[in-house]
């Protein structure tokens, strides 16, 4: 996929597991091919950035022949499944998450006509909130599993079965969803959501238990008991889900010296470490060295702030995104602990958030067009430089974001409004 900085390729680990051997192999080949940077991406996956035309095929051959090739060639999905990072570990699961994510993996491989971004969320542990996801395949008890599927901005339970019979019937689901030629479940029409159902076993069809969807529920725990009482998660997130190949090299190396033989990739575009318990002293000092570099504690306000590439790496953006979104992390403490979050997009597309966010920052001619309460795309209140922003952010904590960026507030000397004060 081309970018500003070159090509994208994507990495698939299987069930977002990566060997340590696997860890440095990406690295390394990140260095080799890419320019040495990479994304982690909200489904769990990784981009190796930099890629020419000239590196992208040996690259691929590096990749596949550490295990980490593409497994289709249709065009569909690479990895069509999402799991807890913790799965497999985690004692509220009633389920074995990581075979029935096999499970689906190889039922999905034998359909064709998938569009690339199907996806088959599978949570454990009941009573979780439903992700956003295609397909949900949700625990409800020992060996009992429900299948939702996303239905415009609700989800719509289709049936309850037993764990070993879910594959069949999400396959089934998939090949019906492929036919009807639409690339998110979410938009079939009410026709169209009928037909699918008919795959289905009609005695097993409930249906129609429609709820609110409430969204992809990230794990956001920095380290806690994974399972059995023999076992403890080390989680680091990536600020803005970047890292560099020598940072994932530190991950390995890190893995490694505290008893863990491989890496979890998570949904909070990080990384969690599983570790014994008894090396806790260990695994303390580990997680404190690597706070330089990685995310380690939940109240940190770069969690609530989405960033993308932009200037430099983005040939689109005029905005050093990515340095931006740091500093407006530093003066935005305050909000995020509110619950308010922010994306600072290089340009109009919006690549790091699609939708809205209580502040949108959008890069234009060196400025950021200030959107309150929209997306990228919405209709800006001013343009200003990011020192103005951070300036108007003090009064946000005191006066709330939309009366801080009213265009009646005097501007700073180096902004301006977009319409007259
Ligand atoms: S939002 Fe614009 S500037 Fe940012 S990565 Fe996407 S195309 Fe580039």
Redesign the pocket.
Same mark, same amino acid.
């Not at 597309?349 to 790091?352: E, I, L, R, S």
């Given at each position: 996929m081309p %970018? =500003?900085d070159g090509l994208l390729a994507r990495v698939h680990p299987p069930l977002g597991i990566l060997t340590l051997d696997q860890a440095r192999a990406v690295a390394e080949g990140a260095r080799l091919f890419g320019n040495g940077h990479l994304d982690l991406t909200a489904r769990a996956n990784l981009q190796i950035r930099g890629v020419s035309e000239a590196t992208r095929a040996p690259l691929a051959t590096w990749l596949a022949a550490r295990g980490l090739g593409d497994v289709r060639a249709d065009g569909g999905p690479q990895r069509l499944t999402l799991t807890s990072p913790l799965a497999g570990h985690d004692p509220n699961e009633t389920i074995d998450v990581p075979a029935l994510a096999r499970a689906i993996e190889t039922a999905g491989l034998a359909i064709p006509g998938l569009p690339a971004k199907t996806l088959v969320a599978v949570e454990g542990r009941p009573g979780r909130a439903l992700p956003e996801a295609d397909f949900c395949v949700v625990a409800e008890g020992p060996g009992r599993v429900a299948i939702a599927v996303a239905h415009g901005e609700t989800s719509r339970t289709l049936l309850r079965c037993a764990d070993d019979a879910a594959p069949g019937h999400v396959a089934a689901l998939l090949g019906a969803f492929a036919r009807t030629g639409r690339r998110r479940m979410r938009d079939l029409s009410d026709g169209e959501m009928t037909v699918l159902t008919e795959v289905l076993p009609a005695e097993k069809t409930l249906v129609a238990s429609a709820q609110a969807h409430r969204g992809f529920a990230p794990e956001r725990e920095p380290a806690r008991p994974a399972g059995g009482g023999d076992l403890r998660s080390v989680a680091v997130d990536a600020p803005f889900g970047r890292c560099t190949a020598d940072a994932l090299d530190r991950i390995a190396a890190t893995a490694a010296a505290i008893g863990s033989d491989e890496i979890r990739l998570s949904p909070t575009r990080g990384f969690v470490l599983l570790v014994p318990a008894t090396a806790s002293d260990a695994t303390a000092a580990a997680t404190a060295a690597l706070a330089a570099e990685f995310i380690v504690v939940p109240d940190d306000p770069r969690r609530a702030i989405a960033a +993308? %590439? =932009?200037a430099p790496g +983005?040939a !689109? #953006?005029s905005t050093p %995104?990515l340095a931006d979104a740091a500093r407006l992390a530093a003066a935005f403490g305050t909000l995020a602990a509110a619950g308010h979050a922010a994306h600072v !997009? =290089?340009?109009a597309? #919006? +690549?790091?958030r699609p939708g809205a966010a209580d502040l949108t920052l959008v #890069?234009r001619d060196g400025l950021y067009s200030v959107v309150i309460g929209g997306a990228p795309g919405d209709e800006p209140a001013m343009d200003l430089p990011i020192e103005a922003v951070l300036e108007r952010l003090g009064r946000a904590e005191i006066d709330g974001l939309s009366a801080a960026f009213a265009p009646e507030i005097t501007p700073s000397a180096c902004g301006r409004t977009r319409r007259p004060a």
């Open positions: %970018t =500003g +993308c %590439t =932009g +983005c !689109s #953006g %995104t !997009s =290089g340009c597309k #919006g +690549c790091a #890069g």
